[in-house]
Structure formats: C-alpha cells, structure tokens
C-alpha cells in the first residue's frame, strides 16, 4: 500500500472529533497504567526487595497482577498512540497543503525541553526524552511506504528481545553495559543514590535524577535496545495505523481489530506469564534467564490486544467510557506530568517523605494511591476543559510550538 492510498483512506474517516474521541479515551487508559507503574516504581526501584519480602498472598498478587497486565503494556501502548497522533498531524497538513517538517520539528523540540524538566524537576523515569528524540527520527520515515512502515515497526518492536534474550542465554547472565562495567555496577549505583531520594534535600532530588537517567536509560544495554528501538518500532506501528484510517472507519476495520485481539491477546498474556516468572523468585540463569528475556516481546503484544477490544467496545457499547474518560486523554501530557509531581511528592524526602515509611510500603497500598491519583486528575481534567479548550501543559506546548500565545479559555455562545 502506497502513502497515496493511506490519504485516500484518511478522506472516508468519520468526522475528526469522533475519531479523536476514540484515540483520547485509549490514550486516558494507556495513562492509567503509565500512572500505576511509574508510582510504584518510584518506590520499587530502591525498596523492592524490603517490600516483596514482607508481601502477604494479597500483595504479591498485585504486584503479579501489575507485571502480567500492566507492565511495559501501558507504556507500549502509548508508545503507538503517539505514532497515530504523528499520523493524523501529518495527515491534517497535507490536507490543508501545509508543510510538516518545520511545524512537527519545533513541536518535538519542545517536547524535548518539557522531558527534560520532568527530569530534573519531577521524575527520573522520564520517557519524554526518548519521544521528542525518536520523534524526529521518525519525521525521516513519513514518505515510507505502508509495507515498509509495517515491516521495519514490527521488526524493531519484535526483534530486540530476542536478539538480548538470545545474547544473554549464551552468555549465562546479564550483558555488559555500555559504559563497559559489569551487571552489578548499575545496581550499586542505583542504591547510591536511594539516600538523595529517602533523606536529601530537593537539590539532591534533582542531581541524582539526571545520575539514574546516565546510569540507566544511556548505558543499560538490554533497555537501550529493547526499548529504544521498540518505542521507533511502536511509533512506525502507529503511523501505519493512522495513514490506514483504522481510526477514521472503525466499523471497515471491525474484522482486523477482532483477529488482532483474538491472536495478541491470548499470546501476549502467555508470554507476560513466562516474562512475571522472576517475581517468584525462579532463578533466572542461562538459558531460563534468556527465555525471560525474550519473553519482553509479549508486552506489546499484549498491549494491541488491549487496543484492539478496547477500541472495539468503546466505538460501540463502551461510548460511557469516553465520557468519562476521554477528558484526561485529551490532557494526557498535563496528567502525566501532575502525577510524577503528585507522586515524587509523596514518596520523596523533599515531600512527606514516605518512602521511608513501612506502613505505605505495601504493593496493593501504592497502588490504591497511584488510582487515586488517576482518578482525581480524571475529574479535574473534566473540570478545567469545561472552561478551557486545552490542558495547562498542552496549551504551554501548543503556544511554543507556534510561537505564541494560543487561545486558552473557550467561546461563549450567545443566548
């Protein structure tokens, strides 16, 4: 299929605010397993090993539950939906005869700047970064063709793991990282930093965020590969959706969203079984620990399961979860930045400071915190856009797009 023919498919959507009603309301749900991840880890990542080993059966069925349904899913997932929003944008442009490159260049520019002050200001588990970067890798692949765009995003997305899992099999462990030090290096670093985050002051905060960021996402080599390339294959995955007008014609593409979730579904939650295996604490060495490895490849594949049903549901039956839900999609970028704010607040020394306090360290504890949170920023996000025509965030990324300052407060019609 040619660029020309996923136009011509685009022209048939459905008006573009049901479509997009569909898309923010994926997106709201990507964002409530992006949220329940990234609280957890916030604590996870210096106290898993104290909180997993005072879990009674109810928390290491949540923390089991978290590994199987949501890990790497949600982020996969909204992996791919930034891909289609890339899509519609370019789309959009070339229907209005505008040019992209310029436009879409300074947005992720921006983006990039917002990463980076969720770094240092707010969370060192950034994936802002990755986006604006990647996001201009993808910009060279807008005049690929359809075929193209769904050979290379499925190989990027399927291929790394096993490649790593492979790797690591043979090896009998963890591959070196780029920095050339060995697997116990990253570790000792990350509990290095554990009193920054427990007892130090914000400034603390901030330069340990920027140390886990060089530690971890530039020089871990299984998550460079594993989840760089995946996030360009995701993209280029989304892209190929969008020029295809899945969005645009559900009801045309009702037969492919059902075998799509009928495949992924059960393959990638046998697969994110397989993967959740290292919770139990089975000793995952040599070709074990290559298989555990390799079985990464089932999160996103589960996480098109999850899109195609969910996207199946919601443009029938679900349409009261739009309603609910598709005004925090539309402000996905505000709520994600307000919970790693909402949750680094909770957790860290320069906040109340609970990471140090065995009584919230508990799997099903952070979360019922984590929805919590999700559910309140669902409510305001209903609430401010019932005055506003965009989220703070997004208003703040669309005007330095632009170059200045974009309408914020919406029209009141007369009568």
Not at 359 to 388: K, P, Q, R, Y
Request: charged letters at 10%; a positive charge; glycine letters at 12%.
């Amino acid at each position: 299929m040619t660029d020309t023919d996923g136009v011509v498919e685009d022209r048939r959507m459905v008006p573009v605010a049901d479509r997009l009603v569909v898309i923010d309301t994926l997106r709201a749900v990507a964002l409530f397993g992006v949220i329940i991840m990234n609280l957890t880890a916030m604590v996870m990542i210096f106290k898993a090993e104290a909180v997993m080993t005072a879990a009674g059966p109810v928390d290491m069925g949540v923390g089991l539950a978290e590994l199987v349904f949501l890990q790497g899913k949600a982020r996969s997932s909204f992996a791919f939906l930034f891909g289609v929003g890339f899509g519609i944008l370019m789309l959009r442009a070339q229907a209005r005869g505008a040019g992209f490159g310029g436009f879409y260049l300074r947005r992720v520019f921006i983006l990039l700047l917002i990463g980076l002050c969720n770094l240092a200001f707010l969370f060192w588990g950034d994936i802002l970064i990755v986006y604006a970067l990647l996001g201009m890798v993808l910009l060279l692949f807008r005049n690929a063709g359809q075929k193209a765009l769904l050979i290379l995003g499925l190989t990027l997305v399927v291929l790394p793991p096993l490649l790593i899992g492979a790797a690591e099999a043979v090896i009998g462990g963890p591959l070196p990282n780029l920095a050339g030090t060995g697997p116990g290096a990253a570790q000792a670093a990350f509990d290095a930093l554990l009193p920054a985050y427990a007892t130090g002051d914000y400034w603390a905060f901030v330069c340990a965020n920027f140390r886990y960021y060089v530690t971890h996402n530039l020089t871990d080599t299984s998550y460079v590969v594993m989840y760089d390339l995946g996030v360009l294959g995701l993209f280029m995955l989304g892209l190929w959706t969008a020029r295809k007008g899945v969005f645009g014609d559900i009801e045309q593409h009702r037969p492919l969203l059902r075998r799509i979730a009928a495949v992924a579904l059960p393959v990638g939650l046998v697969i994110s079984v397989v993967q959740a295996t290292r919770m139990l604490g089975v000793p995952a060495e040599g070709v074990l620990r290559g298989a555990v490895t390799a079985a990464y490849v089932g999160l996103p594949i589960l996480a098109f399961g999850y899109l195609a049903i969910l996207t199946l549901f919601i443009s029938r039956s679900g349409r009261w979860l739009s309603t609910l839900l598709a005004p925090m999609g539309r402000m996905a970028l505000t709520g994600y930045l307000a919970s790693n704010a909402i949750g680094a607040f909770i957790w860290y020394a320069w906040g109340l400071g609970h990471i140090n306090d065995t009584a919230w360290l508990t799997m099903g504890g952070m979360n019922l915190i984590a929805v919590a949170v999700f559910v309140g920023l669902c409510l305001f996000s209903a609430l401010w856009l019932s005055v506003f025509r965009f989220g703070p965030a997004e208003w703040v990324w669309r005007s330095l797009t632009y170059g200045r300052l974009q309408p914020l407060l919406k029209q009141r019609t007369a009568g």
